[in-house]
């Protein structure tokens, strides 16, 4: 395995300007011919942010915690989880969408992952921004622990890196898997206190949302952004998650390099 992802390192290195270059055209691609465009990026967010915020902050009146406004608490969450689920989903569909690059040309397949999950981490930025003037309506103002959100990016993409190769594989041999991700998508996002309080529960359950490696994510970008705490106080959850991110690439990685070679008779 470890042999698998040096390798794997080293043909991103190769193309790491073709990476690049991808990346930006993928966005570009995505809402080519929309009248639009981009700001799509900024609608589809904002609505389900909308959403969310009318239903359990004004309906059910979820209570958030140390007197944050709901609207910045719950933000900060959704853009972790956001940044997350898309990135996955769009690394897991990558070869599918690729399909023709594969089969008539000789070409770095194990990259594609990588480009979409790249692409969609620059829409990551557009949310930041949001969850930025949000918070400065809201009256919370930023310290220099918000820079740990480099940090945590890195974690994001890094985390939907190994999983991206193994679904996008996978996808390729069984059709259903990508209605499989799906299924697990939606159940991390319920499993994942994004616009609920943990602390509405018993603390001997709190382990198995802790579990979660998402959970990670999401109150990371509350530390950074909210409560101003360094990653570092959290040593054991940071190594649980590191330890799940790391298994995580180093399996997807070896999944993708045993199957490579069927890929493209199964596009």
Known sequence: MIRTLISFLKVIHRYRYTIWIMAVQEIRAKYAGSMLGGVWNIIHPMVLVFIYWVVFSVGFKV??????????????????WQSFSEALMSGSNALLRNRNLIKKTVFPSQ?????????????????????????WIQGIQLSLFAFQVIYYLFAISLLSLGASWFFSAASVLIRDM???????LQTLFWATPIFYNLDMFPGRLHIFWKLNPVYYLTEGFR???????????FPRLSLYFWGFTLSTVLIGGWFFRNVKKDLADNL
Request: net charge negative.
């Open 63 to 80: 209570p958030p915690p140390n007197n944050i406004p709901f609207l910045s608490w719950f933000f900060c969450a959704f853009v972790a």
């Open 111 to 135: 990259i594609l992952p990588l480009i979409s999950v790249l692409s969609c981490l620059i829409n990551s930025l557009i949310l930041i921004i949001l969850l930025v003037i949000v918070m």
């Open 178 to 184: 990508s209605q499989i991700l799906a299924v697990i």
């Open 223 to 233: 530390n950074s952004f909210l409560y101003q705490q360094p990653f570092w106080e």
